[in-house]
């Protein structure tokens, strides 16, 4: 499994176009989660942290300019790109004032879309990071797809190595498993969240006391300089 590129949430209640941004964001190696109103839009974000939005201004329930502002008033900066159907001035210079990162008006290519989301995205990644993350007893790179434990190689599979790499890119940083499927797995089948705890077992077998991946019970897990 290649390392994937995040989750994307997609909120569109138009099922025909949804499914249109999803094949493409997917083909571009982009985890995808639609939702079709304003209300399990906003959810969907809290709970799995995209990386992210493309966010329709016309949704039922709770409109996108509604969703914007509340996770702009929660700290939430997740780069959000609005698509609407009115080509106003006054719709696009509202949505730039919440904090919208781009604006896209119906109807778009996809290929346009891709591109404005993989735009959003390297303006708002910074300066390039470093490939090689430190933790405790653990060298990672991710650029080379190795690990050293104590200056020594291990072997780890794709899915664990992906697992571990996520983790120690956000230290400190508290993921349910629902955000874990998300983020490394690119989908969000609430269903099987449990494979989550096998991936962290087998992780903790090999690194045995390296292993800096912390239970918090009742949530998920984190990576820290400790142990378990």
Known sequence: MPEHKGLVLIAEDERHIADLQRRYLSREGFGVHVE????????AARRLRPVAIVLDIALPGMDGVTVCRRLREDGDWTPVVFVTARDEVADRILGLELGADDYLTKPFSPHELVARVKSVLRRTAGPGQDPVRRVGRLVLDTGRRTLHVDDGPLE???TEFNLLAFLMRNPGQVFSRDQLLAQVWGYADYRDTRVIDVYVSQLRAKLGEASPIRTVRGVGYAVTDGTR
């Open 156 to 158: 780890l599979t794709t």
């Open 36 to 43: 079709a109103d304003g209300t399990a839009a906003l959810s």
